[in-house]
């Protein structure tokens, strides 16, 4: 059965880090990109960074640049994401997705087609 599990969510101080992992199951991860998208409540599906297959191509939107970093262990079936400097603005679900492909990877939330349940991030004071 193919699954991906978001984890690592939770209520965090402004400034403060969480570390956001997705797991997958029933399919070899090697192969595929990996994206993080975001949903605040009542906006859209934002992405936020993304992977390729080998790791050698990341790309990240502006609002997290400096501060969130991505990485994967293909051994372990898991992608991360290291979110530091949290600010309020950042509060939404957070979801993994993948998508076979070439050596590269894309921040459109259509290219993706396995998505994970979301993982809850609250920023807040």
């Known amino acids: 059965q193919v699954q991906l599990v978001e984890s690592g969510g939770g209520l965090v101080q402004p400034g403060g880090s969480l570390k956001l992992s997705c797991v997958v199951s029933g399919f070899t991860l090697e192969s595929y990109a990996v994206g993080w998208f975001r949903q605040a409540p009542g906006m859209g599906r934002e992405g936020v960074s993304c992977?390729?297959?080998?790791?050698?191509?990341?790309f990240y939107r502006d609002f997290v640049k400096g501060r969130f970093t991505i990485s994967r262990d293909n051994a372990k079936n898991t992608v991360y994401l290291q979110m530091n400097s949290l600010k309020p603005e950042d509060t939404a679900v957070y979801y993994c997705?993948?998508?076979?492909?070439?050596?590269?990877?894309?921040?459109?939330?259509?290219?993706?087609?396995?998505w994970g349940q979301g993982t809850q991030v609250t920023v807040s004071s």
């Open positions: 992977i390729s297959k080998s790791a050698r191509v990341s």
């Open positions: 997705a993948t998508v076979q492909s070439a050596d590269g990877c894309m921040l459109t939330w259509s290219s993706y087609d396995r």
